[in-house]
């Protein structure tokens, strides 16, 4: 867990209800039961969690934006419930619809935003670093959403915060735009920025996190660097693996592995060997080959992702709106 003494963010056993809701007879509804985490400057912190989890509601409350019933928020040393304009100004927030308003085009909005604040960024750095001069022309509301996503981040940024709030940074991002994103937030955290990032992307997430935390139905159920959570997936799975191969099709029913290893042909000619794989199952699998005089094409053998993390943990979650 990262050392509390270099927390830009402590979020400590959150309680958040939401409502009166008529289905619960307008009774309230509590949709962050037990949610804590920490985020340190100079890294990148990411909270994942599905639709519904309760990941927009925790960094609303983390934010000052939502009134919580439970736990404790310290935000640069601040309750952000009370905070003033000072904190605000140390802060910065992008939203995933943008927020943006879309009358406006890009620069001037940016060059308004940076008047606003004491010690901006230069507008033009940002804007030649996110490409956004190659749009400027365009109002806001007839954007891409991958050129709305660009600007939105300048506009988090311009403010030159202490902390930043990102909410599905890479979204819509072609795979120009994606590099330069990972490349100005690998800066930021150079530069002893604290970030707080969510995303559905779980590549991005393994690409990008110091730190994750897994959250579900309102509760934290995992936490650690990308690598610890990696390796206690593979204990709680016995080192569950993953071999795919291209072969001839029709062959997968004439292999039997041990109990708890299968191949499956998963389309035409494509085969997964699924399983707690064990050097005597790779052995196994390749005095298959050989009985048959087959030379398997595109061998590689996975191991687990972040992607696997958080089915296990997550991935059972009722699909909703995120709350």
């Keep these: 867990m990262p050392d509390r003494s270099t927390a830009a963010l402590v979020v400590d056993h959150l309680v958040k209800d939401v409502g009166p809701v008529p289905a619960l007879e307008g009774r309230m ?38 009134t919580r019933q439970g736990g404790a928020v310290t935000l640069l040393g601040t309750d ?21 308003p879309p009358s406006w085009r890009p620069i001037p909005l940016l ?25 400027d022309r365009t109002s806001i509301r007839r954007l891409s959403g991958g050129q709305k996503q660009r600007v939105a981040l300048a ?14 940074p890479s979204a819509g991002l072609d795979p120009q735009s994606r590099t330069v994103v990972f490349e100005l937030i690998d800066q930021l955290r150079r530069d002893g920025i604290g970030i707080v990032l969510t995303t559905h992307l779980l590549d991005d997430a393994q690409r990008l996190a110091d730190y ?5 139905a309102g509760r934290s159920v995992a936490e650690g660097t990308v690598p610890q959570l990696l390796q206690d997936h593979s204990a709680r799975s016995a080192g569950t693996g993953r071999l795919r191969f291209e072969a001839p099709s ?19 000619g494509s085969y997964v060997l699924d399983g707690a794989l064990t050097p005597a199952d790779l052995a196994a699998i390749g005095a298959w080959f050989a009985a048959r ?31």
């Design 212 to 216: 994750v935390y897994i959250i579900d």
């Design 29 to 66: 509804l509590r949709v962050i039961h037990d949610v804590s985490l920490q985020a340190a400057f100079g890294q990148v912190t990411v909270l994942l969690g599905t639709n519904g989890a309760g990941k927009t509601t925790t960094l609303a409350c983390a934010q000052g934006l939502a």
């Design 111 to 135: 060059q308004h935003l940076a008047r606003l604040y004491r010690d901006p960024l230069p507008v033009d750095d940002l804007v030649e670093r996110l490409g956004i001069d190659a749009f």
């Design 155 to 168: 506009a988090a940024l311009v403010g030159r915060p202490e902390v930043v709030f990102l909410d599905e």
């Design 293 to 323: 005089d087959v030379m398997p094409a595109g061998l590689t053998l996975s191991t687990p992702t972040l992607e696997d993390v958080f089915l296990e943990l997550a991935g059972g979650a009722a699909a909703g709106a995120d709350r």
């Design 250 to 268: 029709g062959l997968a029913g004439t292999f039997a592995g041990r109990d708890g290893v299968a191949l499956a042909e998963v389309s035409p």
């Design 80 to 100: 952000p419930e009370i905070a003033g304009p000072d904190l605000r100004a140390r802060v910065g927030v992008m939203l995933q619809d943008g927020g943006l």
